[in-house]
Nanobody, 128 residues
Framework: QVQLVESGGGLVRTGDALKLSCVTS????????MGWFRQSPGKEREFVAA????????EYADSVKDRFTISRVYAENTVYLQMDSLKPEDTAVYYC?????????????????????WGQGTQVTVSS
């Protein structure tokens, strides 16, 4: 079973940037789609971004498109989420995730498939 550990969250101001990291360990699979979801208080968890196992396909939620960039470095077993021009509405717990669905499926279904794996989450707070 693969384990996911996120880091990089914190408290920032509107317009600042943060870079989240997700390190995979355990029974890792290079064919996993990797990505990020987030959950704000009182709201359901929502899709943010995903990247295919090859890195050749990415998907983003409309709310973060052109501000967030997802990438993966196989040699480091790490997926990154670069978040620029942060807004107060980006405040949430960000969860790293992995499964075998395509990034497009993640963006349209908004959830993981059977056997999907979640990290423990990292808090991002953007003050106005």
């Amino acid at each position: 079973q693969v384990q996911l550990v996120e880091s990089g969250g914190g408290l920032v101001r509107t317009g600042d940037a943060l870079k989240l990291s997700c390190v995979t360990s355990g029974r890792t699979s290079s064919t996993y789609t990797m990505g990020w979801f987030r959950q704000s208080p009182g709201k359901e968890r929502e899709f943010v971004a995903a990247i295919s196992w090859s890195g050749g396909s990415t998907e983003y939620a409309d709310s973060v498109k052109d501000r967030f960039t997802i990438s993966r470095v196989y040699a480091e077993n790490t997926v990154y989420l670069q978040m620029d021009s942060l807004k107060p509405e980006d405040t949430a717990v960000y969860y790293c995730a992995a499964d075998f669905q395509s990034p497009w499926t993640w963006s349209t279904r908004g959830e993981l498939g059977t056997g999907g794996v979640w990290g423990q989450g990292t808090q991002v707070t953007v003050s106005s």
